[in-house]
């Protein structure tokens, strides 16, 4: 959510809250949700692109008293605090949420505010997900399971191919991919790019996007966090893979590369529609969003190709019932359906979520999918490559607050209203204060 709008965000927040007590999943009927003639509505909550459109009408038709209404926003800063605010006022979220990374410790940490899932025959779907993907949704204790994964965020990056033509580039994936090895290669090349297009059409969508890219790469490799430790020590100042990828992203401006928009912003969309960027990094749901901004007329135009620095994992959610839901069980078993094997391949088909299911990602359905939108691209075999090496990288309870801090001294490098000078030393100082230090 945008910052210095704290006194509209409580207005809209509480009149958010009132609408979604107002439209409750009671219905009107019985809190008994035991009997299966019972006509319910199943409210989810969730934001971005989950892909389960074609698994709602599934399970509808399997329920015929159950009827799904999802309550979607687009943009994850825009949902996180919604949710919080329901979860901690004990009404007006969903009877099931999605729960993203940057959020998930803090309602671990919370644990009396979910259903424990294992209360649901939850607990012998383990094999089900990499073993991280199901630890992450176990409260601290271990006690209870309060969510189930849906995604993970293997990385590539996205590319205008038919902008590297005009810029006389390679365009071929194969061969864009051996241009950037580093992210100083993907620098060169992007001012090799400039030079030749101009104008109004940038290099990249987003510095945020790419920091936070460079970020969760680097934390990979190293240490597996980025701006707190797992006692939740706050640690930015310390720890070389924030510096490192504040630094990367910093010359990305210098060099004139980027577009200062927010991402998922209407600039950022507009830019999009608009041709102004010709790269975008591509954890898996990225390819969703692109596909659901840039509309039919970008079709064919992306394409996709390996991302500079190694891989790495950016992004990925659970499902969870809260302990408000009137109807627990109608909802546990919904998201014991849409995280299951054959749900997750759904969703890699639908939008391009990768799956966090081991049965899922060795399923020939994702292993052989490529992308008509991407100028058929194997995705499957691009993301799955490197999806079972993936590895968690923790991140702290106040996480999303301190991610917008940083991000928006980038924009205002970007922009030129910040040095880079001086840019570091503003960037910790705002994270402190995010952090509530």
Not at 51 to 67: M, T, V, W
């Amino acid at each position: 959510m945008h910052r210095g709008r704290v006194g509209a965000l409580a207005i809209v927040l509480s009149a958010a809250l009132a609408a979604a007590s107002a439209c409750s999943s009671d219905d009107g009927k019985s809190n008994d949700s035991g009997g299966s003639s019972e006509k319910i509505t199943l409210n989810v909550d969730d934001f971005g692109t989950f892909g389960y459109q074609e698994l709602y009408k599934q399970f509808q038709a399997q329920h015929p008293n159950i009827k799904i209404n999802e309550r979607n926003v687009p943009k994850l800063d825009d949902y996180t605090p919604r949710l919080q605010q329901w979860i901690a006022a004990g009404a007006g979220a969903g009877d099931v949420v999605a729960i993203e990374e940057g959020i998930m410790v803090k309602f671990k940490s919370q644990p009396d505010k979910f259903v424990d899932l294992k209360q649901y025959g939850a607990s012998s779907l383990q094999s089900n997900f990499v073993p991280w993907k199901w630890q992450g949704g176990l409260s601290p204790d271990g006690s209870k399971l309060i969510g189930l994964g849906t995604d993970m965020g293997s990385m590539s990056l996205c590319y205008r191919a038919d902008l590297f033509k005009k810029a006389g580039l390679p365009s071929q994936r194969d061969e864009v991919t051996k241009l950037w090895p580093t992210w100083d290669d993907f620098i060169k090349v992007g001012q090799k790019f400039t030079s030749k297009i101009g104008g109004s059409t940038k290099f990249i969508d987003s510095p945020e996007t790419y920091y936070n890219t460079i970020l969760m790469q680097e934390a990979g490799k190293a240490s597996n966090q980025t701006y707190f430790d797992q006692s939740n020590k706050f640690v930015m100042e310390s720890n070389p893979a924030v510096k490192a990828a504040f630094d990367e992203t910093v010359k990305m401006s210098d060099a004139g590369l980027a577009n200062g928009v927010q991402f998922l912003s209407d600039p950022w969309s507009q830019a999009l529609k608009k041709d102004a960027f010709a790269t975008a990094p591509c954890p898996a749901w990225m390819l969703g969003l692109i596909k659901q901004y840039g509309g039919d007329e970008q079709q064919g135009k992306w394409d996709v190709a390996g991302v500079p620095g190694g891989g790495g994992n950016w992004g990925g959610s659970w499902l969870a019932v809260p302990t408000q839901s009137k109807h627990p069980k109608e909802a546990a078993e919904l998201v014991k359906f849409l995280t299951s094997p054959q749900g997750q391949i759904a969703a890699f088909k639908a939008a391009n979520n990768l799956p966090s299911s081991p049965q899922a990602l060795n399923d020939p359905a994702v292993k052989a999918f490529n992308n008509p939108y991407f100028n058929n691209a194997p995705v499957g075999q691009i993301y799955g490559a490197t999806a079972t090496s993936l590895k968690p990288v923790y991140l702290g309870a106040d996480n999303q607050e301190v991610r917008q801090a940083v991000e928006a001294d980038l924009r205002a490098i970007a922009q030129k209203k910040l040095s880079a000078s001086s840019g570091w030393g503003k960037a910790v100082s705002d994270a402190k204060k995010a952090a509530g230090l």
